[in-house]
T-cell receptor
Framework: DGGITQSPKYLFRKEGQNVTLSCEQNLNHDAMYWYRQDPGQGLRLIYYSQIVNDFQKGDIAEGYSVSREKKESFPLTVTSAQKNPTAFYLC????????????FGQGTRLTVV | QQQVKQSPQSLIVQKGGISIINCAYENTAFDYFPWYQQFPGKGPALLIAIRPDVSEKKEGRFTISFNKSAKQFSLHIMDSQPGDSATYFCAVRPSGSGNTGKLIFGQGTTLQVKP
């Protein structure tokens, strides 16, 4: 079955530590996205990538970094510079930049301990 | 900046009733208006979507009404069922040559359908 796989489902981070969230898709989609979800704020765009080896900042990119070395993979690193990282992180993909439906993964819940 | 405002924040409806969720946007340069449904601990999934050249779209019990002049669109769930209990997000997609496929989401509405 085609889809988007995010791992891990739950992640705990200590203060000052970098952590990387995995996102893999087998839909052969060109574009991939990372969103952050906080209660009462909807989903906010962190980074997106339209093609391999290229990515753009979204609305809340500070404290995050990404890479797109393979079409199927778009990992997100939450760095120690992100002051409030506790949130639900969602990865999504679309067939192209101007297509319609975005497919989402099941999310990773990150908690700072 | 808040480009999409969604209301209400939460909604309780009796089984068989009509659920109505509204969204208003502040910029006219959008070309796609989807609604996503999200169950707890899961990622959102596309429910229904509309483009600005039509005023209404219906798929089963779900209907989008679109008012371009008022910059508003709404989701109507007819004959609401307990299985519809979820969080609903409206979204808009910027149009134009710089379109990236990214979406701007509303704040979400938590719907509870009571048996």
């Amino acid at each position: 079955d085609g889809g988007i796989t995010q791992s891990p489902k739950y992640l705990f981070r200590k203060e000052g530590q970098n952590v990387t969230l995995s996102c893999e898709q087998n839909l052969n989609h060109d574009a991939m996205y990372w969103y952050r979800q906080d209660p009462g704020q909807g989903l906010r765009l962190i980074y997106y990538s339209q093609i391999v080896n290229d990515f753009q900042k979204g609305d809340i990119a500070e404290g995050y970094s990404v890479s797109r070395e393979k079409k199927e993979s778009f990992p997100l690193t939450v760095t120690s510079a992100q002051k409030n990282p506790t949130a639900f992180y969602l990865c999504a993909s679309t067939l192209g930049a101007v297509n319609t439906e975005a497919f989402f993964g099941q999310g990773t819940r990150l908690t700072v301990v | 900046q808040q480009q999409v405002k969604q209301s209400p924040q939460s909604l309780i409806v009796q089984k068989g009733g009509i659920s109505i969720i509204n969204c208003a946007y502040e910029n006219t340069a959008f070309d796609y208006f989807p609604w996503y449904q999200q169950f707890p601990g899961k990622g959102p999934a596309l429910l229904i979507a509309i483009r600005p050249d039509v005023s209404e779209k219906k798929e089963g019990r779900f209907t989008i009404s679109f008012n371009k002049s008022a910059k508003q669109f709404s989701l109507h769930i007819m004959d609401s069922q307990p299985g519809d209990s979820a969080t609903y997000f409206c979204a808009v997609r910027p149009s134009g040559s710089g379109n990236t496929g990214k979406l701007i989401f509303g704040q979400g509405t938590t719907l509870q359908v009571k048996p």
